[in-house]
């Protein structure tokens, strides 16, 4: 075995991947000592950097295995190689390994994190709704408990003071419900972006059309990340686009959820917000974590005057 792989040695400099493979697996077979493992874990790293895939490894063995092979003269030659390559592989894949692990994790606790931020949310929204309602209730009655003993031209000031009290009362339980709607948890994530769209619409005076025959509930993190998303959206295109019109539309086809909000306003480079950090205020990562940590992904396709469209997909057989 030892004469067959020296036949096929290869430079250790060499630059090209395959080579230093090759050299590598043929130290490990010739010597198979930690070192000429080490080699091969070292090799994996560096592929991973250099965004080589799976596929392009696996390659790389079969055609270094094979080479290698076609130098063995006996069975045992063979067998061992193959048991031998097998290991060296694996040591060569397991820094893709590690970060798979690492994404999983990462990806578990961004799903956390949002789960505890949604609760966070639903707090302050049943707060602002409930413990503000009671308190301008009692606002209400102090004032009409005071109105009667006041002249009439001050009572008429008091009734003013409650129309715009109720003016806050509806604002406020506005507000609360876009924070997070009981719609959501109750109907599901269609019924809420119909309710979102609604309000947004009336308080923007932006007319937002939604399109969709879908119905099925969603598992609860996605139903929430979707919703958050074209929550984000809207509040954009409300702030930034000066958009005319909005357009909501959701289909499922070939396993796949395909959301997507457009609008005609006027747009944006990518290349340029990608460029200047400080504009990601714009929320585009908050969108794009949301949407990693159920599974799913936000393209984004934009341009100066030709308004913007936000495509969410989602494999459905993820959730």
């Known amino acids: 075995m030892k004469t067959a792989t020296h036949q096929a040695v290869q430079n250790p400099e060499s630059s090209d991947f395959r080579g230093n493979y ?4 043929q130290g490990y077979l010739s010597r198979g000592d930690e070192a000429a493992l080490g080699r091969g874990y070292e090799i994996g790293r560096k592929a991973l950097a250099e965004g080589k ?3 392009d490894i696996s390659g790389v063995h079969h055609q270094a295995l094979q080479e290698i092979l076609s130098n063995s003269g006996t069975d045992l030659d063979s067998r061992h190689a ?3 390559g097998a290991h060296f592989l694996a040591e060569t894949l397991s820094p893709y390994e590690m970060a798979h692990r690492g994404f999983q994790d990462a990806v578990s606790a961004l799903r956390q994190m949002n789960e505890r931020l949604e609760q966070q949310i639903k707090s302050i929204a049943y707060s602002v709704h409930d413990e503000a309602g ?3 209730a009692a606002v209400h009655l102090a004032l009409a408990t005071l109105s009667i003993e006041l002249p009439k031209a001050q009572q008429e000031q008091i009734v003013q003071i409650e129309e715009l009290l109720n003016e806050v009362a509806h604002q406020l339980r506005q507000y609360s419900h876009e924070l997070r709607p009981t719609v959501l948890d109750d109907l599901g994530w269609v019924p809420a972006i119909r309710f979102l769209a ?3 619409s009336k308080r923007a005076n932006l007319p937002i059309h939604v399109e969709t ?3 099925d509930r969603l598992p609860a993190p996605t139903e929430t990340a979707i919703y958050r998303v074209v929550q984000e959206a809207l509040n954009n295109i409300v702030k930034h686009s000066g958009a005319t019109g909005v357009r909501i539309t ?3 086809s070939d396993g796949m959820l395909r959301c997507s909000v457009i609008d005609d306003g006027v747009g944006f480079s990518l290349e340029s917000i990608r460029a200047e950090r400080q504009r990601r205020g714009l929320g585009l990562s908050s969108m794009h974590e949301r949407l990693n940590a159920v599974g799913g992904t936000l393209d984004i396709e934009s341009s100066p005057g030709k308004g913007t469209q936000l495509l969410i997909t989602l494999p459905m057989e993820t959730n």
């Open 22 to 25: 090759l050299f590598a697996l």
């Open 53 to 55: 895939s799976l596929v």
């Open 82 to 84: 193959l048991e031998a």
């Open 134 to 136: 009671q308190l301008l």
């Open 198 to 200: 609604q309000s947004v």
């Open 213 to 215: 025959d879908l119905s």
């Open 250 to 252: 959701a289909q499922l």
